[in-house]
């Protein structure tokens, strides 16, 4: 069998706040074949962008590191390379090459002073060896993949003399640049408005269709989940709590935090009647616990509707739920 | 880029009439016959050859008149004759003045930028290591000792006790012209010169930069490989020298104060000998004339500062 695009396996990343180091993220395993598409989604706070950066070897330095775990990648040769046994050098090297990243703001993640055809064109120049024309006349091309009309122009342009979508595109023909096996895109569409979010959307699916990469998402918005992901890791407080395939675990979530996610997400057209009507959105109540301060057992256990002495007294395991499904409730069974 | 250009460069010329009428009404302030200035007292005139001179010059006519006619006389690069060196115009003496003080204050401004920014950049990729401190705490008795002190202590120093260099002077008396001579004479008045706008460039540099170095596009460049030594020179640098090259501009005209002082503290053969001569023995013309040459000079370079901004920053063409 073909080996996983991304493997994480017992990742842990901590920060040193105060003299003390702090776990962002732990016990993180995680899977991509290539083709698919993963979803990270939870809360605002729960680790998605210290999971994806640690992938990038771009935590802060002096500030955060990755304490334990490994995270190997396949590349574009088909080698398998283990990220975390790599010296800055390496890694550098694997980064913008084998792995492109989308950030969330469209906005100040471009250069202001560099027009957008060189801001695509360097990463060729520096993990392809080209020369600065055939850079150029590739990031034209990148622009065409990416469906920005006149590419030729636009390539001239800077960033603000574009659209939002318009960058976010730019973005992703540079991430793209490469041709890298995994792409990351942390919350790709959260400053977008709707269409252009749906735009968006589709453009990462057709590219993934023709180039076959992994994708990791990371997100907050299910109803996005649903449009892009094959499967979904759903983060709380630094953990994994449930993952599965969308299908799945949509259709039963077995994880009371997964479910409280779900109701708190109104259907299309229902969070305007809601708001006619006065009615607040439900949300799960109470409020994310602090990493300093994790209480003891399962993260979730104080905002559980579920919770009982047991969930108090240890951090309950992944338990396999079926084939594909894996949650983190000792009290999966019952839901 | 070219319209941008020209619309400082009208601004400019606005601000060159401003300062004409400014120096005009100095000099009508100024006691005596204005006609005085434009009488080389080498030659005798008789009372008819003044009256021509008046009538030439409109010194008759009403002020606004009179304050065009000056502006042709000047713009023709007719200033008059120094009261104090007789038969001596004033132009070409300022005019031979430019080079000497432009050699000063282009060397000192330069060591000032590339030392300035140097260190501002070191200072802030290695923030709060002790070299950081250490350019903090320099850069802090920089910008706060006096210029005249600097002056001093430098001239003491390096001339007097280490003899390292010259006390003054362009080139060594009796010597032939040399390259090397004059450089010798330059460097240590360049130097003292640079030490207040170095630091300031500094601070500047370091602040701004830190700033930049937390923008999302920073992270995006290491996101797609590029070297740390490039993410900082070409993503977060030139970014971060907006606000430091609008200092530069601002500093410019700062520096020409520095500069009249150290040219005679290290009697060099500038526009600030020649204008600390000037003032000392009233000689309204040659100060007339010799501000109203600096006035343009600043201008220029203020206007060469805005080119500079909006040759690194793209979206000023739009503002
Ligand atoms: N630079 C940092 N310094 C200290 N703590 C950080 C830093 N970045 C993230 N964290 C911590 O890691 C946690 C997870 O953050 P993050 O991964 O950004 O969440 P999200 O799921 O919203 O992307 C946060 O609660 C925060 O406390
Ligand atoms: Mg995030």
Known sequence: MEAPILQIAGLRAVFRIAGRDIAAVQDIDLEIGSGETVALVGESGSGKSVTSLSIMGLLAKKIGHIADGRISIRRRDGSVTELTGLDAEQLRRVRGNDIGMVFQEPMTSLNPVYTIGEQIAEPIRIHLGKSHREAAAEAVRLLTQVGIPDPARRAKQYPHELSGGMRQRATIAMALACNPTLLIADEPTTALDVTIQAQILDLLADLQAERGMGILFVTHNLGVVAEIADRVAVMYAGRIVETGPVSEVFARPRHPYTIGLMRSVPRLGQATALKAAGTPLPTIAGNVPSLAMLPKGCSFAPRCPMAIDACRAAVPPLFQVSQTQASRCIRWEEL | ?319
């Open chain 2, 1 to 319: 880029m070219l319209s941008f250009i020209a619309r400082r460069c009208a601004t400019g010329l606005l601000m060159l009439v401003a300062l004409s009428l400014l120096i005009f009404v100095l000099l009508r302030l100024a006691p005596g016959d204005p006609i005085d200035a434009y009488i080389n007292p080498s030659v005798p005139m008789s009372a008819s050859d003044l009256e021509t001179l008046r009538d030439r010059l409109g010194l008759d006519q009403p002020l606004p008149l009179q304050y065009f006619g000056w502006l042709r006389a000047a713009l023709s690069g007719d200033f008059g004759y120094s009261i104090q060196r007789s038969g001596v115009r004033v132009l070409p003496l300022v005019m031979e003045r430019i080079g000497p003080t432009a050699l000063l204050m282009g060397m000192g401004l330069a060591i000032a930028i590339v030392v300035g920014i140097a260190a501002g950049i070191y200072s802030a990729v290695r923030r709060n290591a002790w070299p950081d401190i250490a350019m903090s705490v320099l850069s802090f008795i920089g910008i706060s000792s006096p210029a005249f002190l600097t002056a001093l202590l430098g001239l003491y120093f390096f001339s007097v006790l280490l003899r390292w260099a010259p006390s003054g002077g362009m080139q060594t008396a009796g010597a032939p012209f040399s390259i090397s001579d004059v450089l010798a004479h330059l460097i240590l008045p360049a130097c003292l010169l640079s030490i207040g706008h170095a630091a300031l460039i500094m601070r500047y540099m370091r602040a701004s930069l830190l700033e930049v170095l937390n923008q999302d596009y920073v992270r995006t460049a290491r996101a797609k490989g590029v070297r740390e030594f490039w993410v900082i020179i070409k993503h977060a640098t030139r970014n971060a020298l907006l606000p430091v090259i609008t200092l530069i501009g601002s500093t410019v005209g700062i520096a020409i104060g520095g500069a009249i002082f150290l040219e005679s503290v290290f009697n060099w053969p500038g526009m600030g000998l020649l204008l600390v001569n000037a003032v000392g023995t009233r000689d309204y013309p040659v100060i007339m004339g010799a501000t109203l040459v600096i006035g343009i000079c600043v201008i220029l370079v203020n206007i060469l500062t805005d080119v500079a901004y909006a040759f690194v920053d793209p979206r000023i063409q739009v503002a």
